[in-house]
C-alpha cells in the first residue's frame, strides 16, 4: 500500500510568468455564455510582448517546468490529461505539439492525428475511434484533430452525413444539438472519472493561413504538408467560422472548458499552450508516491547491502 504526502512547491521549477492567469485567462470561453469569434478573439494578439525572443526564452523554462509536473502525473498514476487541438489548416497544430511537449518524457505521452475516418471506424459510431485513444491514468494523451471534426467539418458537407453509414432517420434538423449533448456527456464521464481535459483551438486568421500556405507551396521541404483541396477549402472560410462559434458556444464546459488561443504568432502561441497545461497540472495538486513504512525498510536493507558491496 502506498500513501501520499504534499510536495514541496519551492523544489519545482516555477513557470517563469508571474501572473500566468492573467496571461491565459483572456483565452478561457466562459461556460454558458455565447462570445463572438471575431469581436472576442484576436489571431494577432501577443499580450506585452515586444519581442519573439523573450517569449521563447520563457517557453523554455516553461518546458522545463512542464516537464517537472508531468513526470510526477506519471509516477503518481491517478490522473489522466486529455488535451485536444482542433484549427483550421496552417494554424499550427503540428509545431505547437512538437515545442510544447519537446521535454516531456516520451514513456507518459502519446499523439494521436486523426484523419478521415475509414474502414472499421465507419462501422462505429463517431466517438468510438477517439474513445480508443484515450490516455491511461498517470498519462497525457494529445489528440491533433478529434470527435470534434463530426460537428465541424460535417456541418460544412453536410453531404458527407449521407455517406456515413448512419440510419437516415436520424440525419435530421436536431442532429448538431445531439452530437453536442453526446460530446458533454461523454466528457463528462472522462473527468468524472480521472481525465483532466484541455482542449485547445489554435485561432489562425485568414490572411495569416494564405501566407503560410504560399510558403508551403514555394518551399520544397514543405511542399508535402500542402495540396490543392486545401485552397479549396479556404472558400468555406465564413461557414467554418459559424460552426467553431457554435461548437465553442454548446460545447464549453465548466469541466471541460475551450480556450481559444491566438495563433498568427506561433511563438505567442506556444507559450500560452505550454502556460495553460502547466497551470492545470499545478492545480491538480500532484504528488510523488511515498512508500510504506516496511517498503521504507526494505530500502534501508537494500542500501546496507549495496554499500557494503564491493
Avoid at 60 to 71: M, N, P, R, V
Avoid at 93 to 120: L, R, W, Y
Amino acid at each position: 500500500m502506498t500513501d501520499k504526502h504534499s510536495h514541496d512547491d519551492s523544489s519545482l521549477n516555477p513557470f517563469p510568468i508571474k501572473k500566468l492567469d492573467d496571461l491565459i485567462s483572456p483565452f478561457l470561453v466562459p461556460p454558458g455564455q455565447r462570445i463572438s469569434l471575431a469581436k472576442d478573439y484576436d489571431p494577432a494578439y501577443k499580450a506585452h510582448y515586444l519581442k519573439k525572443s523573450e517569449a521563447e526564452s520563457e517557453l523554455q523554462k516553461g518546458i522545463e517546468a512542464l516537464a517537472k509536473y508531468q513526470d510526477m502525473l506519471y509516477a503518481q498514476d491517478t490522473y489522466a490529461l486529455l488535451i485536444i487541438f482542433q484549427a483550421m489548416d496552417a494554424a499550427g497544430k503540428d509545431s505547437t505539439i512538437k515545442h510544447v511537449m519537446s521535454g516531456i518524457n516520451p514513456q507518459g505521452c502519446q499523439v494521436h492525428s486523426f484523419k478521415v475516418p475509414a474502414g472499421e471506424e465507419l462501422d462505429h459510431d463517431y466517438l468510438w475511434r477517439c474513445s480508443r485513444a484515450l490516455p491511461e491514468r498517470g498519462e497525457i494523451g494529445i489528440f491533433n484533430r478529434s470527435n470534434y471534426e463530426e460537428i465541424l467539418v460535417t456541418r460544412v458537407h453536410p453531404e458527407i452525413l449521407e455517406q456515413r453509414q448512419i440510419p437516415p432517420n436520424l440525419i435530421d434538423k436536431h442532429i448538431w444539438q445531439r452530437r453536442y449533448e453526446e460530446i458533454n456527456n461523454f466528457e463528462k464521464y472522462l473527468t468524472s472519472n480521472g481525465t483532466i481535459i484541455l482542449k485547445f483551438f489554435l485561432n489562425v486568421s485568414k490572411e495569416e493561413q494564405r501566407k503560410r500556405f504560399l510558403e508551403r507551396i514555394e518551399l520544397p521541404e514543405k511542399n508535402w504538408k500542402f495540396s490543392v483541396n486545401d485552397a479549396r477549402e479556404r472558400t468555406f472560410w465564413p461557414d467554418y467560422m459559424v460552426a467553431y462559434e457554435e461548437m465553442f458556444n454548446h460545447t464549453s464546459t465548466e469541466w471541460a472548458p475551450w480556450y481559444v488561443i491566438p495563433a498568427d504568432h506561433k511563438w505567442f502561441t506556444r507559450l500560452v499552450v505550454a502556460g495553460i497545461i502547466y497551470a492545470q497540472l499545478k492545480a491538480l495538486n500532484l504528488n510523488y508516491p511515498k512508500v510504506s513504512e516496511a517498503k521504507h525498510q526494505e530500502l534501508l536493507q537494500a542500501k546496507e547491502m549495496l554499500e557494503s558491496q564491493k
